[in-house]
């Protein structure tokens, strides 16, 4: 290299070196280097202060066993409806009647009456799902109410503790109910109608005969007599709680303590005919 081309290589060198001095390039490019060291210090800080969140082992084992307990006690009800859809289909060579699964129909209340003395509730089905009026409509195998009004898809029922409310029944020997329904070869001690009182903690049983033979007294159990069309023999009423008998008639009068008070239940089970069920099956 030639002396003049090595000064004036020189010569260049230094010039970019000042120009860069006065326009603060080796600034700007420190404090890039610095800024990305910023952010990646900033980003592992971050990942190290991340919070965690708690542990919600304790509160899900709580929802599984709630969820645990509705299935269970949902399991041992339509194991006791199957055990008692069978005793039914038992009676039915000297009953007449036929009861099958399939005409059990579950259904929400959605409105309940609020007038003294009228016990009416609503129900989420009706028409179109075989409800017709005179079902009896049931909570477990206790019946509650009867059906007196259905459209497509609601139903009103009129139930036992509704003070116009009359069903036929027959009273039994305290314990012969304990543990299974009435057998056709039971004879009841009496039979009547149950009648509501507008109150939603009490029935009475009414047009009971005085007999000589027959003395009513309280824990005597009370069921479907089977005289009704649509109302099967032997769903529970409830459990006498005091009998008194008219000085003045050869009649008792019965106060009955229902299984199911009004407005315990927010579902109910209503019991549809078959012939109505064999309809919709067809359809």
Known sequence: MSPRYAIVVLAALLALIAV???SGLPRALWGLAIGGADRWRAGVHALAHTPVMPDRAGNMSEDVSVHRDAVLRLAAENAELRRRIREYEGMDAELGTRVVAEQFLRA?????STDDGRHFIELDRGAVHGIAVGDPVMVGWSIVGVVRGERASRSLVQLLTDRQSRVAVS?????V???APPATSDIPAAQGVVAGSGSRHSLQVIHVEARSSVSIIPGMQVVTSGLEEYIPYGLAVGEVVEARRRPDADLWDVEVQPLRPWGSFPTVQVLRRLSLIEDLAVQ
């Open 20 to 22: 860069a001095a006065v």
């Open 108 to 112: 929400r209340v959605v409105a309940r």
């Open 171 to 175: 009273l039994y020997a305290p314990g």
């Open 177 to 179: 109910l304990r543990d």
